[in-house]
């Protein structure tokens, strides 16, 4: 799972369940309800449940979603950010040939 994600507008600030889960990564709707929505408040708007975008990175930071592992290694989200550029920036780019 993705731990955090840049200011992008293509995440609006208030998700409905489906889009919240298309912005971790696509994760099922299993282990949406046993490992994220335990951890979240949900925003209704009429009869309809939504979510804040702001309300998920912070979780995710604290360690509340991902069971801890990012609890005490990352401080902010653009640290967070930092982090995976500078891991992914040491790794040598191979492009697989099938054929």
Known sequence: MTAA???DDRWPGLMRPSTARAYLDHIGEDKWKAHVLPHL???MVG??????KAEIDEKIIEGG???GQAA?????TADYIER???D???RKAR???HG
């Open 41 to 43: 408040t949900p925003r």
């Open 88 to 90: 992914l920036g040491k």
């Open 72 to 76: 005490g290694k990352v401080r902010s």
């Open 47 to 52: 009869e309809r449940e939504f979510f804040a």
């Open 5 to 7: 994600r840049e200011k």
């Open 84 to 86: 995976v550029r500078r």
């Open 95 to 97: 492009q697989s040939r």
């Open 65 to 67: 979603i991902d069971g």
